[in-house]
């Protein structure tokens, strides 16, 4: 069995709406109501990937509260159009799974919003090793998953390429996990998507 199986994808903004008009521009479809992150300062929206998998456009809620602590996915610095950030990887035994991961893939905070309860492994500076492009790890606590509460948008990912100098040794540790390669080169995310307006790449 493996350990690590692709969560979600993320979308950086710096603000909810240019994101949600991004993706949705893009991809040619509409985004699903998501929530608030009261712990981070956080907000986002969702759209269905298929079963077990989702993309989210998240960025810092400006009605939200000061977390204390960097915000994940490095979204205090975030600038720039939206953009693809970062990838999560879910597995059955974080603990574990962090053990595996690269060092300072972060510490477990726990979650929750409405019923949907999990754990999640968050850097203490918002910045995940390997420039930011190494997964975060989740683990969803009980049977309650946000893609299985997603309309369906008729979207699937096809591909999730991890560009980096040393992707190489990423693969080492995640190289098994479905429906993603490595690619040694300049740092970068590239997801390939079949839209009701064909295909699509986002990065």
Request: aromatic letters at 6%; hydrophobic letters at 45%; charged letters at 25%.
């Amino acid at each position: 069995m493996r350990m690590f199986e692709l969560d979600h994808l993320a979308v950086s903004a710096a603000s909810l709406a240019d994101g949600v008009a991004f993706v949705e521009a893009a991809l040619g479809v509409t985004l699903a109501p998501g929530g608030v992150h009261e712990a981070m300062g956080t907000h986002n929206r969702l759209l269905s990937l298929g079963p077990g998998l989702y993309l989210e456009v998240i960025a810092v809620d400006p009605a939200g509260r000061d977390p204390g602590r960097p915000r994940w996915f490095d979204l205090d610095r975030f600038e720039g159009p939206p953009r693809l950030t970062n990838w999560i990887l879910r597995c059955d035994d974080l603990a574990a799974g962090l053990a595996r991961a690269p060092r300072g893939t972060g510490e477990i905070m726990a979650l929750r919003r409405g019923d949907l309860a999990w754990r999640m492994a968050v850097p203490a500076r918002g910045v995940l090793p390997f420039d930011d492009l190494a997964p975060a790890l989740i683990q969803w606590e009980g049977a309650a998953h946000p893609a299985a509460r997603l309309p369906e948008a008729g979207c699937r990912l096809e591909g999730l390429e991890v560009r980096h100098p040393r992707a190489s040794a990423l693969a080492e540790v995640f190289g098994d996990v479905a429906g993603v390669s490595f690619t040694d080169g300049p740092a970068g995310l590239r997801a390939r998507f079949a839209t009701p307006k064909g295909r699509v790449v986002l990065d």
